[in-house]
């Protein structure tokens, strides 16, 4: 039997997660998500503006790292966690790290939107590699075997709530206390 040993750097699951918006708080918008059954694709910081849905190859017990307070403008301890294998039969790939110029010489146009800035000959470095991103063009359905993520128990409360104690989702789980960091 040939079987290949998973990288210990990667997660069996993805992780996409929500930000407050002008209209909205970050739980309302995971809210929104699990209600309509898909993670709709943006283009905001995405090269070429195609609209994708971005997520996390990253374990849960290193998910602090990437929702410290300090990066909370740019992500929130809300979301939704899926099965790697789904999203890439989904479409679903890792992202490739390039400076902007290598990108727009190797790559077409309508391929950018695969592509993060990567240039270490920068003053301050810009260096994402550790969000281990991946991309999907397009809307990405949730499954039912997905899991909500949320920043504590009072929040797991508020989505039963809302779903009259059955989210459509395979469960909630809150982020606090897996990381000291939260």
């Given amino acids: 039997m040939n079987r290949t040993l998973p990288d210990p750097g990667s997660a069996p699951i993805l992780t996409h997660f929500t930000r407050a918006s002008g209209r909205a708080s970050a739980l309302d918008n995971l ?39 300090r990066n909370r403008r740019r ?6 966690a899926i099965d790697r294998r789904y999203a890439f039969q989904a479409g679903a790939r890792p992202v490739i790290y390039l400076p902007p110029g ?29 969000e281990r991103e991946w991309r999907m063009a397009g809307d990405l359905a949730v499954p039912p075997e997905a899991v909500a993520i949320v920043e504590n128990w009072h929040d797991v409360d508020a989505v ?23």
């Fill in 75 to 80: 992500y929130e301890p809300f979301g939704v």
């Fill in 102 to 130: 290598e990108a727009h010489a190797l790559l077409p146009a309508s391929e950018l939107w695969r592509t993060v800035s990567f240039d270490l000959r920068r003053t301050p470095a810009v260096d994402w590699t550790f």
């Fill in 160 to 182: 039963f709530d809302r779903f009259d104690g059955q989210p459509p989702c395979a469960g909630v789980l809150p982020l606090r206390g897996l990381s000291p960091s939260l």
């Fill in 31 to 69: 809210l929104a998500i699990l209600a309509a059954g898909v993670i709709r694709a943006a283009s905001r910081m995405v090269s070429g503006r195609r609209g994708v849905v971005c997520l996390f190859d990253a374990p849960l017990a290193e998910l602090g790292a990437l929702l410290a307070r």
